[in-house]
């Protein structure tokens, strides 16, 4: 997983976050509480909707990044900031799959479990979020670290 979130390849990751909103949006239109699909539910609703449009924002985040790449463009405080970006909604996104799921969330089976260990691996594996986020500001603000 860890090579996941590689500007190189962004298609690994993308098809890994889309599989989380895949699995939320087909569990949430086909899972039934209360005699009716929990897809009915409008909390339910604006749930997959926030999901949705997190997963969109971190598409367009991976995709200028590769596009940076294969362009010759440097800027370190974006890619920091896209990173820790990124892997924050990623982990939004899975606890938002468990919310919907409910206990389900938690079980093997649904995989929705895996999904929110992989997530946090990419706010851990790739430099914690607090690094990538003090990375940029030292960038921006013109801050070395041995200042």
Same mark, same amino acid.
């Given at each position: 997983?860890?090579?996941?979130?590689?500007?190189?390849?962004?298609?690994?990751?993308? %098809?890994? $976050?889309?599989?989380?909103?895949?699995?939320?949006?087909?569990?949430?239109?086909?899972?039934?509480?209360?005699?009716?699909?929990?897809?009915?539910?409008? =909390?339910?609703? $604006?749930?997959?909707?926030?999901?949705?449009? *997190?997963?969109?924002?971190?598409?367009? +985040?991976?995709?200028?990044?590769?596009?940076? @790449?294969? #362009?010759? *463009?440097?800027?370190?405080?974006?890619? #920091?900031?896209? *990173?820790?970006?990124?892997? @924050?909604?990623?982990?939004?996104?899975?606890?938002?799959? +468990?919310?919907?799921?409910?206990?389900?969330?938690?079980?093997?089976?649904?995989?929705?479990?895996? $999904?929110?260990?992989?997530?946090?691996?990419?706010?851990?594996?790739?430099?914690?979020?607090?690094? #990538? $986020?003090? =990375? %940029?500001?030292?960038?921006? +603000?013109?801050?070395?670290?041995?200042?």
């Amino acid at each position: 997983m860890s090579d996941s979130i590689s500007i190189t390849r962004p298609d690994d990751w993308h %098809c890994h $976050l889309r599989d989380g909103e895949m699995m939320a949006s087909v569990v949430g239109a086909t899972a039934r509480q209360f005699g009716r699909a929990i897809g009915e539910f409008q =909390a339910v609703q $604006l749930k997959i909707t926030d999901l949705f449009m *997190k997963l969109r924002n971190v598409e367009n +985040i991976v995709y200028r990044l590769a596009w940076m @790449q294969q #362009n010759g *463009k440097r800027d370190m405080p974006y890619v #920091n900031a896209s *990173k820790a970006m990124s892997a @924050q909604m990623a982990v939004a996104a899975a606890l938002t799959a +468990i919310d919907i799921h409910g206990g389900y969330g938690y079980m093997e089976e649904y995989g929705i479990e895996k $999904l929110a260990r992989d997530a946090k691996l990419l706010e851990l594996g790739a430099g914690t979020t607090d690094i #990538n $986020l003090l =990375a %940029c500001a030292r960038e921006l +603000i013109g801050v070395t670290e041995s200042s």
